[in-house]
């Protein structure tokens, strides 16, 4: 088994249900047409659908969903404004949130690529289209269409990067998962650059110690480990471990894996003794949950294994 991978990389992924489901429009619209009774009507619309869903009424949110879509395009139709144009946007993503919901990811996309390209020409909308894009990424990325999923998450850091202030958290998960599949499609030098990136965002904004800072060191250090720089893969996974250490605790199994992970970055650079203390933590720690762990700790015992066959 390939060191790079037994490595034990992790992928926090951010989707649109970890903030507010819908785009946060514009406070101070530069349209008059923007009246708050259209906004209460928008934010109506969204709390029926959830009301519908949280009752097990699936097919009365969809049924109120597609006539909001079709009053929408209408008005969009007869009048081609700003407010007509955010009106839509809204209809459109409440329903590609309920089409997630649902599974049904292709629709999902589809209705929010048609709200991204609606909101694009609207002024003081760069947070909308930020979520847009994000949302638009993370369906590509499970649809397992990598390319485009990078791009997208490209564009979504950078419209996150013009706020003000820049919105890092969001900068920092969405720099993560376009590095993961630039890592998947060979381009690792680009990969190091975003994790770079991501990480020193963190470590201002989050601290040395804190878990977000841990998963990018852990992932730098993977990357690291797969291009043959064995310096500062243990680097990276020591720097992950203290940080695990510190705020998730000694047996937390992200804990144990960096135990792991240094075990291979310790044995790839010839230092057996240091690999096979780190293996027998890992171990360690994995079973003490071994119920919930097994799959995790059935890696690390095969590649422990593995380790001390070829001792010689």
Known sequence: MNSDASDLEQLDFWTASNEASVCEFSK?????????????????????VRAHINKGELSD????????????????????????RIEL???LEVSADLCREEGNHSDGLNLYIEALDLIKPVADQAECQARLYTSVAV????LEMPVEAIRHYQLAIAQFESLNPPADLDIIDLSNNAAFLLKLEGHLDEAEALYLKALNISHQSLGQHHE???TLSNNLGALYLQTGHHQ????????ALEGRRMSLGETHPETAQSHANLAIAFSDGGDRTSANQHYQKAIGIYELSAADLAEDLAVVRENYEIFNSSDD
């Not at 049924?63 to 407010?83: F, H, P, Q, T, Y």
């Open 89 to 91: 946007v809204y209809a």
């Open 139 to 142: 369906l590509q990325d499970y």
């Open 61 to 84: 949110a969809i049924s109120l969903c597609e006539e909001a879509m079709g009053k929408a395009r209408a008005r969009l139709e007869a009048e081609d404004s700003e407010v007509h």
């Open 212 to 214: 977000q800072t841990a």
């Open 232 to 239: 500062r893969a243990r680097e990276m996974h020591l720097v």
């Open 28 to 48: 101070n619209p530069s349209t008059p047409e923007m009246q708050s009774s259209s906004i209460n009507h928008m934010h109506m619309l969204e709390e029926r």
